[in-house]
């Protein structure tokens, strides 16, 4: 199933207190990149399943890389292993070399740096709506979804604003602005609707 809301790029946040090894010798980094935390989007809740079924690895082992902020240009590393572990989502990051990827090695090694994101897509999902009235909540659990990238990011992003999806150009990222505000009105309208034809 295939839905407007899960059309492109994604993003989602998460500390990085789940490193489990750093290695300063060989510039490694283990940490945790997703998780089944649902997360609000649009008026609604997103939740990441973690069954080997449902997490798509073979991009991000083939083809994936870590960046910075989400910034395509801005490659800082290289994803040396991927896995799903305790319904989460586990990788082994090396960091590049170069000036700028050791000013990131070392800021995460400081703690100054401690936000982790990963960039996914969602092929299939499963809605699920509990409650009614104020107390009606709709969830949308992706059943099939991909991970490509791990950024190492300073400020979560906030999707009604866009902060944090530097892949895109100023323009884009207003447009996306009044895509998500009008997508808020859309879902809006779509729950009322519902709720009307529930009762």
Request: aromatic share 6%; charged share 30%.
């Amino acid at each position: 199933m295939q839905n407007e809301r899960f059309k492109g790029m994604q993003t989602r946040e998460m500390q990085l207190s789940g490193i489990r090894v750093l290695n300063e010798d060989d510039r490694t980094v283990e940490l945790s990149f997703s998780s089944e935390t649902p997360i609000e989007r649009w008026g609604a809740f997103e939740v990441l399943s973690h069954t080997k079924s449902a997490v798509q690895l073979n991009r991000i082992l083939t083809t994936g890389c870590s960046l910075y902020n989400h910034n395509r240009d801005t490659v800082i590393g290289k994803i040396c292993s991927a896995k799903v572990e305790n319904k989460r989502g586990v990788a082994v990051v090396q960091f590049d070399e170069d000036e700028k990827s050791d000013i990131i090695f070392q800021k995460v090694k400081n703690g100054s740096l401690r936000g982790v994101s990963v960039g996914y897509t969602i092929q299939d999902y499963k809605k699920d709506v509990t409650g009614q009235g104020e107390a009606r909540q709709v969830t949308y659990t992706a059943t099939k979804w991909e991970p490509y990238e791990i950024s190492i990011v300073s400020v979560p992003a906030d999707i009604s604003v866009g902060v944090g999806r530097s892949m895109e150009d100023d323009i884009t990222q207003k447009s996306n602005i009044r895509m998500f505000e009008n997508q808020i009105k859309l879902n809006e309208n779509l729950l009322m609707e519902e709720a009307k034809s529930d009762a």
